[in-house]
């Protein structure tokens, strides 16, 4: 492959990079802060007690489930 042809597929990088607005000046959609919503009363400690990571099946034991599931 000829160098010239190589090149002419890739452009330079800027050393710098350009400072960017941070805020939107275009378009139908004003941007607005994300917020996280506040957790659901629901999940309290004693649901989080409740799952026991001991008792989560194998890997094995999901895959062939999942295949006799789907046969």
């Known amino acids: ?3 010239a042809l190589c090149y002419s597929y ?3 990088v800027p ?4 400072d960017l607005e941070l805020k939107a000046t275009f378009g139908l959609a004003a941007p607005e802060e994300f917020k996280l919503p506040e ?3 629901q999940w309290t400690a004693a649901v989080y007690k409740a799952f026991d990571i ?8 999901v895959y062939y489930t ?6």
């Open 54 to 61: 001991t008792k989560m099946p194998t890997r094995n034991e």
């Open 66 to 71: 999942a295949a006799n599931l789907l046969s």
């Open 10 to 12: 890739h452009q330079k």
């Open 1 to 3: 492959m000829d160098i």
């Open 39 to 41: 957790p659901s009363a």
């Open 15 to 18: 050393p710098v990079a350009p």
